[in-house]
């Protein structure tokens, strides 16, 4: 009698194409009904998942016969999507984020997040960062560097998105990254009666970087 033992790496890649495959089938299955297009703004392709709550005319995400609710669908997906980035081979990583929404164009300026086993180690302004747009009151500074305290790690993301979701937002459109499964694309937005407030950002570029050993 002969007993087969796979190897930690290929049952790690198995585990790999398991969620891929997992994570395509929610991402088809959400967004088979969706009349909401993707965003074209991130150029790595993404799996999306769009429109927690449709207009009145728009066929619902989830079939009326789903055992599924719209929001436990959505909730479900994220989770995919993060155990997808759990896989990721460092927790030293960079990406190129930007905040859609805030009072001012330094608030919403491209910035690079820096990232060492897996805590926020720097933010700095994109080369192709916009700071000013002529809207700011005389005298106004822009801050030497981006304030780190407004920006997150992935897995923070992923919790920013799954708390929202679970405060009953009127829409909610997100892309994913198809190969590690991080964000890229966020819209989510709150009716006007909410005290919460509107949540968008794109994602993108991440790259592993140099830091101590894992």
Same mark, same amino acid.
């Given at each position: 009698?002969?007993?087969?033992?796979?190897?930690?790496?290929?049952?790690?890649?198995?585990?790999?194409?398991?969620?891929?495959?997992?994570?395509?089938?929610?991402? &088809?299955?959400?967004?088979?009904?969706?009349?909401?297009?993707?965003?074209?703004?991130?150029?790595?392709?993404?799996?999306?998942?769009?429109?927690?709550?449709?207009?009145?005319?728009?066929?619902?995400?989830?079939?009326?016969?789903?055992?599924?609710?719209?929001?436990?669908?959505?909730?479900?997906?994220?989770?995919?999507?993060?155990?997808?980035?759990?896989?990721?081979?460092?927790?030293?990583?960079?990406?190129?984020?930007?905040?859609?929404?805030?009072? /001012?164009?330094?608030?919403?300026?491209?910035?690079?997040?820096?990232?060492?086993?897996?805590?926020?180690?720097?933010?700095?302004?994109?080369?192709?960062?916009?700071?000013?747009?002529?809207?700011?009151?005389?005298? /106004?500074?822009?801050?030497?560097?981006?304030?780190?305290?407004?920006?997150?790690?992935?897995?923070?993301?992923?919790?920013? &998105?799954?708390?929202?979701?679970?405060?009953?937002?009127?829409?909610?459109?997100?892309?994913?990254?198809?190969? /590690?499964? /991080?964000?890229?694309?966020?819209?989510?937005?709150?009716?006007?009666?909410?005290?919460?407030?509107?949540?968008?950002?794109?994602?993108?570029?991440?790259?592993?970087?140099?830091?101590?050993?894992?």
């Amino acid at each position: 009698m002969f007993t087969t033992l796979e190897s930690p790496n290929h049952t790690h890649m198995k585990r790999i194409v398991t969620l891929v495959m997992l994570v395509g089938i929610v991402a &088809i299955a959400l967004t088979a009904c969706s009349s909401e297009p993707e965003p074209t703004a991130i150029p790595r392709p993404t799996a999306m998942i769009a429109v927690l709550q449709p207009t009145s005319d728009a066929q619902p995400i989830v079939p009326s016969g789903s055992d599924l609710d719209r929001k436990t669908a959505m909730l479900l997906g994220l989770d995919l999507h993060r155990q997808l980035w759990a896989t990721r081979p460092s927790s030293n990583y960079k990406f190129g984020f930007q905040w859609n929404v805030g009072e /001012f164009a330094y608030q919403r300026a491209n910035v690079e997040v820096r990232v060492i086993k897996s805590e926020l180690d720097g933010v700095l302004w994109a080369d192709n960062a916009v700071k000013v747009d002529g809207t700011e009151p005389t005298g /106004f500074e822009v801050p030497a560097e981006p304030n780190p305290d407004e920006y997150y790690v992935i897995d923070g993301l992923f919790d920013v &998105i799954e708390e929202a979701i679970e405060s009953d937002p009127s829409r909610v459109s997100l892309g994913f990254d198809s190969v /590690f499964g /991080f964000p890229t694309s966020v819209v989510i937005e709150f009716p006007a009666s909410s005290e919460r407030k509107d949540i968008s950002f794109f994602a993108a570029q991440l790259s592993p970087i140099a830091g101590p050993p894992e």
